[in-house]
Every structure is written in C-alpha cells, then in structure tokens.
C-alpha cells in the first residue's frame, strides 16, 4: 500500500467502505450533487437488531490499497456505486458494460454495488432491477437515500454471513491463513500439510489463529458488536504475541485501540459532526466508571463466543467492561503497535496513519507533547517516492494535526512546507495561488498580523526573522500571481512594521524594490479585499519618518470654542484640545529620517478614525540619517464628534461651527503680551493727551456661513502702575445689537469711548524745577500730598526753560494696556451652547496734558463759600487754554505755569450716602478712609468741571483734581457740619448783605443752628458784642451809649439732635446812625472743646442804621 489516508481515524475501523465514482462523462457539478445526498446517509440501524453500521464513503480510492482488505477490513471496498448519464437506449449496453469494467477493479472484495442512470426513459428504464436505478435527470430523485439504505442493508447481510462463516471456524489447521500483499510470495509452494515440523507446524496453526481471530474482531467491530470485537481483538493479541507474528500484532494492537477509542469517545476523534450512538453496543451504561489502568486482556473464556455474539448468560459478563483498554493504555498499545510496523518497509502507509489516529487521540485527551512525538515519528516515516501533491498534502495534514494539538508555529512551519511544495522547480504548471493562500494561513503561526495598528500595541512578539522570510515570499508569491498590488501592500507592510530589524543594506534593497513596484503600481490607502474573504488595510508609514515629539496645535485664540454649560476653557487642561468643524487643525511634529539615504516623502498626512476628516497632504525631502526636522500637518474636520488621531494616539474634540469676526482697526506695532495667557486676536495703538477722550469705531464681520446671533462685550485692564479715574473704557451695546442677527459677510460697528483720566498732580522733579526758578505758593506740593512746604508768595510768572532743557523734558509719557474681549455665537454651535472670543488688545500712549503743581484755599467773604488756587503747569508743546465752571479761559503758553482761582460753593460731604456694603468692603479703616476721599475728590471735580483746550491740535479734554486735593483742602472747601444763620429783621446776613434799619426801632435778632453731623451737639453760649469798624484797623467796642439790647445779649442754645436745628431769638435798638458789625463769641467750656474750631464759623453781620430824616 502506497496511498496513505491522512484523514484516518480511529472509528474508521468499524466502517464499511463504499466508493462512488462517475462512469463515462458526468459533470463533476451533477457527481457532487449526488455524492453529497448519497454520503449524507452514513449510518442505519440494521433491522430487527440494535446494532448500528457505519458507512465511510471515497470519491477516489486507489485500488492496491484493497489489496490490505485482509489486514484491515476497513481498507476494504465492500461496496461501489457508479454514476452515470444515459440518454438513450441505444447507448444503454455500453453503458452498462463500463459499470461492470468498474466492478472488476474491485471485484474481489465487492460485497454488492449500484448503478445510478440519470436521463434514460423508457422500456429499458421500467424494467425492474437491483443493482440499476433509472432517474429522468438529477432533480427527480428523490428515491436515492431510500435506494442507499437499501444498499446497505444487502451490504450487512453479507458482511453478518462472513462474520459468522469466519466465527464458527474451529477447523484449526485448515483455518486459511491470512497474508497481507508482501507476504504472498513467502508462503508460495509451502506444504502445510506434510513437510512441516511438529514445532513448526503447531507455530504455523498458531499464526493462522491469530491473524483470524484479528480478522474476526474487524468483522464485529463493523457488524456493531464492539463487545466481541473487544473479545477476538485479546484473543489475537495473545496468539499473535506467542508467535512473534509482529505485523499482525500491531494490526490487532491497533484494533484493540480502535475499539476502546470508540466506546471512549462516541462523539469521535476525527471531528465530524454528530455523535455516535452505541445502539448496538452491550456495554452496561456505567461501565465506563468502571476502567482502570492495569486492566487484564482476556477475561472471558472463548467458549462463551456463540455465532450470535457474547453468551447472554450474566454470569459469564462479569468483568467485561475490562476489555476495553483505559485511556492511558490506549496511547501504550498504540505506540506499541507503531514499534511493530516500523519493523516492515512496506507497512510505512499503516504506520503512519496509526501515528495520525494516536495524534487524534491525543488531542481529545489533551497530551500535547506527547502527540508531538508520535508527529514526529511520521515525519520521519520513510514511504515511496511521493508525487508533488502527495508531499503538498502529508505537509498540510502534518500543520492541520500540529494545529489541533496546540503546536502553531509548527503548524505555521509544515504549512509554509507545503506553500513552497506548490511551486517546486519539478512542477511544470506551479500554482502560486495556492502558494500564497497558504502562506497567508501561516500568519498566525508565526505571531504576524497584516493589520499594522496590531504592531502598535507594544513589545514585537515572534521571531522577526521568520517573519521577514515570510514577508518576503508573499511579495514574491503575489508578484508571480500577476497582482502587483499585493506586492506594493506586503513590501509597504515590511517596511512600517520591521524597519527596526532591517540592516542598512536591507533597508535600501527594499525601499529599492518598493520603488519599482509602485512606479508600476502606486501605492493606495484603499482596502484591498481577497478572494477568500480576507481584507488587507492599508499601510500608512508611520515610521518614515519616524516621530520623535508631538505638539498639538490649538485653534488661535480668536477660533476657539467654549462651552456655556461647562465654561471650560483650553487652558483649563493641557491635554483637553478643541478644533472645530470645517475649520483647518495643526500637529506639529519633530520628525528625522533613520534610513542611510535620503528620503522623499510625497504624501505625509493625518490618520484619523471617529469622524470624516480630510487630511491635507504635505510632502517634504530629509537627507540621510538627518536630524530633527519640523514639520506641520494640517487637515479639516467634516464633521462633529469624537477624532482619534491614529499616529499620534490623541483624543481631540471637535465642536459644530461657530463662526469668525474681523476687526477692520489697523494693528498696532506693539503686539500685547497679557500676562493672564489670554491670546490677542488684533492689536490697536492710540496716542492721548491725559484727560482726553477719544472714540474708537470697530467694524465686525460675519465671515463665516452662519448668522451671528449673540454678541458680549467685556473688557479687562492689565496691570499697571498708573491709577486711573472714571471709566477708562465705555461703550453702549445695544446700538450694536440693533443690527443683529449679523448675516454673513455683513458687517457692524462697535464703537467705545477711550478715557484717559491719570492723576494731575506734578512729579518731584518738576517740582523742585519750578520751586527753583521762584514759583510757590502758599499751599501744598502735589508731589507729596502729606507733606506741608510754605514758602513767601511771589508774582506768578511765566516758566522760561534755559536753552537745553525744553518742556517734553518734563512730559512723562505713560503706557495704558487694556483687553476688549467679544464674545458671540450663532448657527447650530448657538444652539448647542458653545461660543467664541476674540480679543482686541488697545494700547494707549498717554501724554501729559497740564499739572495742578500747588493747591491751595482761601476764604471767602460768604462762610458758604472760599476760593480754591491752582497752580496749573501745561506741560505740552502747545498754547492751550484752561477754564472752569462760570470761569473765564486762562491762557497758558508752552511751559508756562500760572494760578487760577476759583470760587466755589463749600461742599456737604456728610450728605455723601454710603452704603453698608461699601462699608463691610473695606476692612482696613485707612482703605476706607481713603475712599471716602476719593468720593469727595470725584463729588468736587465734577462741580469744577475744569476743560483744558489747545486750538492748534483742535484737541481738548479734561483735568481733573481727583488725586491732588489733600485732607487739608479738603476740610477747607467742607461745609461746616455745625451750619449757624444769623437774620437781622427777617434778612439772612452773610457776605457783603448790609441789614438796614431805623434809629429807634427796635430790630429782630436770629441766630439759627443747624446739625449736619452725625452725633449730638450743645449746649453752647453765645454773647453778641457790637463794634465800629474805622477802616484804619481800629475796632470800637465802647458803645454802651449807641446800641442797647433788648434782653440779654447772651444766648443759650441747648442739645441738637442730628439733623435737627435751634433757634435763639433777641432784640437790637439802635440810637444812633450809622455802620455797625455784630461780633458773635462763643463761650469756652468743655462742651465747645471737643469740636474743632472750624464748627464755629459764624457769618459776619454788618447793620446800617439809618435816621428818620434820611428814610425819607
């Protein structure tokens, strides 16, 4: 036997072989159709038994191997079943002769056959037969399995007849004896009879026992009688052992293993679907619990053998479970039985299909090293010269068998055997197709994926050599197919996944082959799908060149979107990115070429999953070996959602559009730099004098697809040193809003107001200048507010600088830095709460205008009122004018300095409401106090109202005197809290009011007290002295004779509430004419102690008296 049968198993033993082949011209599409439902019938329950029979069907079976039907009655063909079309009658005889030509190949061990004819009709088609089924054609028949069953059944009833011929044979020496097809010739003209030893003779009966009762075993294990099978199978053993009839030995060894395999493992070894029943099997249904290692052969006498099986006498089964062999054994008797074929040349087939039925045990079993050597062993099994396609199937088995016990890198080995048989130089027509689908099944074998993101996932697992052998052999394999689209994907997928374990000379060699595929066949990143299913992906070359550093590139400032719901912004997290849809997206990348010659990179881009992307292609040229180069990539999202960057591996996110605005200022030369990392968008430049306002009108446009729908504005003071007074910048929205929603490409404007308020005040050095050259007042110096300087008073003069020194000497110029930050939305990013910000930077140069150098206060004639004197200093190149409330202009040329004075009404600060807010705000009573004095300084500059002007520039502005009043000023120009009135007849005197009366008529005197303060006062006394005034410094207080009082002259005025007031009245009689003046003095006492002074300002009262004759 030469044709072994890879697919051998174990419980082929008990089969019956059928053959099915075509006669005369079939199509092999119809043969198959009807093999298909013919093998579909491949076990029946025999009739009137519970025995089962097992059919194996073959399409092909080569007819030497019949010749071992004797050894093994499984390699028998018991029975054949031909194919045929016929389509008329004239063409039947021939037919019917080529199905007896088939028959006669296998004539000898046939035990019935079956002719199928499809397509003839007629007499010949109704004539009724046994072997001969007639079918119109081959979808009408559908009597085919009934007519194979039927098969079957005529098969059993031959093989029961031998079964039971071989088993009631105890003829003894004339028992024929059974020779496999190399023995023949050895027992040729050998007479049994006569010319044999005694010895000799007993030895030879003994051989012939054996060898049938091994026969016998075959025939039951076939007819469903697994128990008696069990039985012959020890006997042989024994008589066979005893002899040293070795490959007889084996084949009983083997077939005791068969049937312990059988009843084992009913679902079988081979892995066909279905499991076996043992219908026919008399082994109790626990007997399987009942097996050992160590379990004896023989334990039942051969006498209990009837033709009908095993005597159904109890008492003669005790202990035949032990028959079968125990899972261990099995494997011993099966290595035993190998040990005995490998003692024949000629049974290399038989050993090596026992070495794949133990391997099949095996593997059930789970003993994979041990399967190994029983592979190993069939590796080695020598056989006759093979043609190609047997050596490509012994290899393919050998990887299948390697597979099934766990072995993948052998498997992966034999396969690849087998790949390369397919195109061996002995073949005329190699089939590379075949080649490269087993090269793509060794794959796993080997630890190689053709999926790159697979070499991603960390350390490189398999040997890396072997995997660039095989790599190598599918781009030629592909190459040689005619498919050099494989080649580019397989040598593209070489290089990115094992340039780390290419040598510099392999490197080029297959950058160079690269090179000329793809200038045949370029490279694509579509994904190539294969016959068999299997879908190759692209192979991005993530490696050329290789990346060393990532930086991932925020939108600018101006692009970027935020979240309302979560107001999150990117700076909030630095891996936290945000690009938008539609809008272009950076990462940058430091990249270097590993490869020892210059690289060319024509189509470098991004590698995206999660959303529609368009990546943006770049390509650039690195010399060999180079070092870091940068290199930006860019791409646009199309769509919203969660991006994975591949190469990269970072999550990025991406938001529905929002849309861009523009600002149409011209930018500034100076570029802002926040410290706060807030990101200007544009920058603006203006150049001020200090107390000037300036308007700023901003064009915004929609250049985006989407309406605007909402617009913010805030804005934001860096830090500076200068203090600032009002509102630096201010603006009115809703005449911006009014042209909203903003369609695109239409514009609004913007327009706010830029206030430069800084403090007036002088600085030192100008200061001590104009101190030098004789300018002072009475007063103190601005530039420090707690420090009193009282110096003569001298004529104002003009400053005249000496050459060399000129007044910009003087303008400090000072630097204003603030953010205008929009911030909008609109379109669907509106509706799903995200807007963005854009960020106007305002940089505002700011020149001195004029310095209030010295203030001072003098009183006026009113106690309502005093004058306020500033020194004013124009600190600009140009003639400017100044001028205050109801105040004419005061002219002052470049450098000039001059007073100003200025009458104004004292100030109620007691009425100044303060909140308990603002009192609870500052904890520090020095920060409140100051702030009280910076709303006292805002209250006064606002009823000053001092405008500066300077005609040649048509530029003009406001100074304020905001930070230059002191607490002296200040308790100058306050109204007095204690407010005292002083009426003569009815008449409010103050000022300049002269009260007139008549000589002799007696005048009213009221002195009224008013309570501004918060506490409580009093009581006071006040005594009312009159004099005459000379107006030569001489008072005249002796006039007892001139003025007398009606009651006392002393009034009394006791506790006043807090805004409350008291009234003291009296009488004056004047008995002569002329000027009088009331002193007014308040008693000292303890009460009037504790106020200050300057609550005891009580008006001047001057009195004319007039006589009768001058009424007139």
């Known amino acids: 036997m030469s044709v072994p049968d890879y697919m051998q198993c174990a419980e082929d033993h008990q089969t019956l072989l059928v053959v099915v082949q075509p006669v005369g011209i079939v199509s092999e599409e119809n043969f198959f159709r009807i093999y298909k439902r013919i093998s579909s019938v491949s076990q029946i329950n025999v009739r009137d038994s519970q025995r089962v029979l097992y059919i194996r069907y073959r399409h092909h079976y080569p007819p030497e191997n019949n010749e071992w039907g004797d050894f093994q009655t499984h390699r028998k063909v018991v029975g054949l079943i031909t194919v045929t079309d016929c389509f008329s009658a004239k063409d039947w005889p021939q037919t019917f002769e080529k199905f007896h030509v088939q028959k006669e190949i296998y004539g000898s061990t046939l035990y019935d056959s079956r002719l199928f004819v499809f397509g003839l009709q007629g007499e010949i088609a109704e004539q009724p037969r046994t072997d001969v089924a007639f079918y119109p054609n081959y979808d009408e028949c559908d009597s085919v399995e009934k007519r194979i069953e039927d098969f079957i059944e005529s098969l059993f009833i031959v093989l029961e007849s031998k079964r039971l011929d071989r088993a009631t044979d105890k003829s003894g020496d004339k028992i024929p004896l059974l020779c496999v097809p190399f023995e023949k010739k050895d027992f040729v003209g050998l007479d049994t009879d006569s010319s044999m030893l005694l010895g000799l003779k007993r030895h030879y009966k003994k051989r012939c026992q054996g060898r049938m009762r091994k026969h016998v075993g075959d025939l039951c294990l076939q007819a469903g009688m697994l128990q008696d099978s069990l039985v012959h199978y020890h006997m042989s053993v024994e008589l066979l052992r005893s002899v040293n009839d070795f490959l007889w030995l084996g084949a009983a060894l083997e077939g005791l293993c068969s049937a312990s395999v059988i009843y084992h493992y009913p679902g079988g070894t081979g892995g066909k679907a279905g499991v076996r029943r043992l219908q026919g099997s008399s082994l109790p249904a626990d007997s399987g619990n009942r097996h050992r290692p160590g379990a004896q052969e023989v334990l039942i006498d051969p006498g209990a053998l009837t033709t009908n099986g095993i005597n159904a006498d109890t008492s003669t089964e005790i202990g035949r479970a032990k028959n079968c062999l125990s899972p261990e054994d099995i494997i011993d008797k099966y290595k035993e039985a190998i040990s005995y074929y490998s003692k024949y040349k000629n049974a290399g087939v038989i050993e090596l299909e026992a070495c794949v039925k133990a391997v099949r045990v095996l593997a059930i079993q789970k003993r994979s090293m041990e399967a190994s050597e029983f592979l190993q062993n069939a590796v080695y099994i020598n056989l006759r010269q093979l043609s190609e396609e047997e050596k490509i199937q012994r290899y393919s088995i050998l990887s299948e068998l390697y597979e099934l016990i766990g072995f993948h890198r052998k498997s992966a080995f034999f396969k690849r055997v087998a790949a390369m048989q397919c195109v061996a130089p002995s073949i005329a027509e190699p089939g590379w197709r075949a080649c490269y689908k087993l090269l793509l099944e060794t794959l796993p074998g080997y630890s190689l994926s053709l999926d790159p993101k697979d070499f991603n996932k960390g350390t490189h697992r398999g040997w890396a050599a072997v995997q660039m052998r095989l790599l190598h052999e599918l781009v030629y394999a592909s190459r040689r197919m005619g498919n050099p689209a494989l080649s580019v994907r397989h040598l593209s997928f070489l290089l990115q996944t094992m340039l780390d374990f290419l040598s510099d000379q392999e490197k080029k060699d297959v950058t160079q082959s690269l090179e000329s595929y793809t200038s045949k066949c370029p490279g694509t990143m579509e994904l190539i799908s294969l016959p068999d299913g299997l879908n190759l992906p692209p192979v991005p070359f993530t490696k050329l060149p290789i990346v060393r550093r990532i930086k991932l590139l925020n939108v600018p400032g101006s692009m970027c979107p935020y979240c309302l719901k979560t107001l999150m912004s990117i700076y909030a997290e630095l891996s936290y990115f945000q690009w938008v849809q539609g809008d272009v997206c950076e ?28 990546s943006l292609p770049a390509a650039l040229s690195l010399p060999a070996e180079s070092g870091l180069y940068p290199v930006t990539l860019v791409g646009v999202p199309q769509s919203t959602g969660q991006i994975t960057i591949n190469v990269l591996k970072s999550n990025k996110k991406y938001y529905k559009q929002l849309k861009r605005k523009s600002s149409s200022i011209p930018k500034s030369a100076r570029t802002l730099q926040p410290a706060s990392g807030d990101e200007i968008s544009t920058n603006v430049s203006v150049q001020l004098y200090n107390g000037e306002t300036q308007q700023l009108d901003i064009k915004l446009e929609n250049i985006g697809s989407e309406p605007l729908e909402t617009l913010e504005v805030t804005s934001k003071i860096l830090t500076t040193k200068e203090k600032l007074y009002g509102d630096f910048l201010s603006w009115k929205l809703e005449e911006t809003l009014a042209q909203f929603p903003l369609q695109p490409g ?30 002072s007042v009475s007063g103190l110096p601005l530039s420090s507010p707690f420090r009193q300087v009282v110096k003569p008073r001298v004529d104002s003069k003009p400053v005249n600088p000496p050459e060399g020194s000129k007044s910009g000497d003087f303008s400090h110029v000072k630097t204003l830095e603030a953010i205008l930050n929009f911030k909008y939305s609109g379109g669907p990013g509106h509706i799903d709460g995200y807007y963005r910000n854009l960020s106007l930077g305002i940089h ?26 500033l020194d004013v200093f124009n600190s600009t190149e140009h003639e400017l004018t100044i001028s205050a409330k109801s105040n004419e202009e005061l002219i002052l040329h470049a450098g000039e300095c001059q007073r100003m004075a ?3 009404d004292k100030f ?22 100051e702030e009280r004095q910076e709303a006292r300084g805002l209250e006064i500059n606002s009823k000053l109202d001092i405008h500066w002007n300077i005609p040649s520039l048509k530029r003009h502005g406001e100074a304020s005197v905001e930070g230059i009043l002191n607490q002296l000023v200040l308790e100058h120009l306050q109204l007095a809290p204690l407010q005292w009135d002083v009426l003569v007849d009815g008449q409010l005197c103050d000022c300049d009011v002269v009260a007139d009366c008549q000589v002799g008529d007696p005048i009213p005197l009221e002195i009224r007290l008013t309570n501004w303060s918060k506490r409580n006062v009093g009581p006071f006394a006040l005594t009312v002295i009159p ?26 005025i006791d506790s006043v509430q807090p805004m409350e007031n008291s009234v003291c009245l009296g009488a004056l009689l004047f008995l002569y004419t002329g000027d009088f003046y009331l002193n007014i003095k308040f008693h000292e006492d303890s009460t009037s102690k504790e106020l200050p002074l300057s609550w005891f300002c009580l008006p001047s009262v001057h009195i004319r008296a007039q006589g009768p004759d001058l009424q007139a």
């Open 902 to 904: 200025i009458q104004v």
């Open 746 to 775: 239409k514009t609004a404007t913007f327009t706010v107001n830029i206030k430069v308020k800084l403090d007036f005040s002088c600085q030192e050095n100008l200061l001590q200048d104009l101190n030098d050259d004789g300018i």
């Open 1027 to 1052: 004099y005459q005034d000379y107006q030569n410094g001489v008072h005249n207080y002796e006039l007892q004779d001139a003025i007398t009082f009606v009651g006392s002259n002393t009034f009394y």
């Open 844 to 869: 505002v140069e700011a020149e001195p205008s004029v310095f209030f150098t010295r203030v001072s206060t003098l009183p006026a004639t009113s106690t309502r009122q005093c004058h306020l004197l």
């Open 587 to 614: 990462v940058q990348l430091m990249v270097y070429n590993p490869m020892p010659f210059e690289l060319r990179v024509e189509n470098m881009g991004l590698l995206t999953s999660g959303v529609e992307f368009e």
């Open 908 to 929: 109620n600060f007691e009425s100044i409401s303060e909140s308990p807010a603002e009192m609870t705000q500052f904890t520090n009573p020095k920060q409140l106090e």
